[in-house]
């Protein structure tokens, strides 16, 4: 490629580049599940686990940890998919909108237990509900629905994963479905209102860097091979490459018949000039790659050498050549 810049990086979508907050999270959930299984802590998580309500330390454990390892593990996935935000709007932002959600939860669960019948009370939900589900208002709201497919009946989308994995988690139990609505709440009240504007002082952030940034913060992503940079294998990423390449063949057809881009004209334009060369049959020449088409699709990144290949093949078709270009990688 000309231009490694103007080519959406597949790995970008990996890793925690940025996002350190979301990597500690993930690295507390998963490891204080795993500890709770381990026979010498067993007996202390289970005593959290079924007597939290007459002590505010059991109380708040209860709600950092996860018992079983379905919701361990959906939670896992969800705060993979979430921690766009926190490269969005920063790490100091992130955890402020986390521990504000927490906190709200946490005392709505314990304000409403009074109020509800005892198989729905939100705090016989263990686990961190409250900081993990209100992210899902964000996600609705601002997360761009990218492409879809009907899967029958039912449409399919980028965005139905997470909330199929969301409903796993919510749905495990009456008072998990009371703990999810209160989440819902929770999250409309921060990430809708100027809450979610506040952010933790920049010393907060400068400690934990100075302490643990060795090992929650993740280097950038490395670049993959030129032949590799066109490979992406996700599908927002040939949605936008496509468009982009698309884009820029109807500039380049644009500047080649001088006509607007999009324009019924240039399709007029190109039928009558091919209707031109047809008028007077000859006898077949070897095809030679038109230098405008050559020159177009360079500047788009393709090899000098794949492109007049392509355009040899497409017997001087732009549309085609282009085609075969993408086709081929």
């Known amino acids: 490629m000309a231009s490694s810049g103007s080519v959406i990086n597949q790995y970008t979508n990996v890793g925690f580049y940025k996002a350190p907050v979301s990597k500690t999270l993930m690295l507390i959930v998963g490891s204080s599940h795993a500890a709770s299984h381990v026979p010498s802590f067993a007996p202390i998580f289970k005593k959290i686990f079924t007597d939290s309500s007459g002590n505010i330390v059991r109380l708040v454990a209860s709600k950092l940890v996860f018992p079983d390892t379905r919701s361990t593990i959906l939670a896992l996935f969800l705060i993979y998919f979430f921690r766009i935000f926190e490269r969005r709007c920063g790490s100091l932002r992130f955890t402020s909108n986390l521990l504000m959600s927490w906190l709200m939860g946490l005392s709505l669960d314990v304000l409403l237990t009074p109020a509800l019948p005892d198989s729905w009370s939100p705090l016989l939900s263990p686990g961190p509900l409250s900081l993990v589900l209100p992210l899902f208002v964000p996600f609705y709201l601002r997360i761009p629905l990218t492409s879809s497919a009907q899967f029958g009946p039912v449409p399919v989308s980028t965005k139905s994963l997470p909330y199929l994995l969301g409903l796993q988690l919510a749905l495990h139990s009456p008072a998990t479905i009371a703990s999810t609505l209160v989440s819902v709440a929770v999250g409309l009240v921060v990430h809708c209102t100027s ?4 952010v933790l002082p920049g010393a907060v952030g400068k400690l934990f860097r100075s302490t643990l940034g060795w090992f929650i913060e993740s280097g950038p992503p490395s670049a993959p091979p030129a032949s590799q940079l066109m490979g992406a294998t996700l599908e927002i990423q040939r949605t936008q490459q496509a468009e982009a390449m698309e884009q820029q063949l109807l500039r380049a057809r644009a500047r080649q018949f001088n006509v607007p881009v999009g324009g019924r004209q240039m399709r007029l334009d190109e039928m009558w000039a091919q209707g ?21 699709l360079t500047d788009m990144g393709f090899p000098r050498q794949r492109v007049e290949q392509a355009l040899t093949r497409a017997n001087n078709d732009m549309e085609q050549a282009t085609n075969f270009l993408l086709q081929d990688m």
């Open 276 to 296: 031109a060369n047809i008028r007077a049959p000859q006898a077949p020449a070897p095809v030679q790659p038109s230098p405008v088409m050559v020159q177009a």
């Open 195 to 198: 809450l979610g504007g506040l």
